[in-house]
């Protein structure tokens, strides 16, 4: 009859050759996912008040001004002059928000982390079960 560490080893063996690649894989997705599909840019929005209206203007990497024209209701707290953060898309500058963005793949990067320690403790495990 088979003991309990002569069934830990292909065990192991099958957790590590099963986690790690795939917790190294969305760990790359996800680094891919942040650096090149959603990354997000901060710059300093300054609220302005003239005659076409009141809103925010903030300079991009490249050094051109946006506006983003808002209502009076949505600035009632904030005076012309006010700074604030504006998180914008580099290549699409009118897509902006005022509140931090998620992290692109959050949940991915969450699972991928959970199966490279996994499968790397399995690794780890699997080299040093036999010396006992």
């Not at 917790?23 to 599909?37: A, Q, S, W």
Request: glycine residues 10%.
């Amino acid at each position: 009859m088979p003991t309990a560490l002569d069934m830990a080893g292909p065990i192991l063996e099958v957790l590590t050759w099963l986690c790690l690649p795939a917790g190294l894989g969305l760990l790359f997705y996800t680094g891919f996912l942040r650096r090149f599909v959603h990354p997000w840019d901060v710059a300093e929005g300054v609220v302005y008040s003239d005659s076409t209206g009141v809103g925010f203007r903030w300079l991009d990497r490249k050094h051109q001004v946006h506006h983003a024209p808002m209502s009076p209701y949505d600035i009632r707290d904030m005076a012309a002059g006010d700074t604030l953060p504006i998180y914008y898309h580099p290549k699409r500058p009118t897509q902006w928000q005022t509140t931090r963005p998620e992290e692109a793949g959050r949940t991915a990067s969450v699972l991928g982390r959970c199966l490279t320690a996994i499968g790397a403790v399995a690794l780890l495990a699997g080299f040093v079960l036999p010396m006992f």
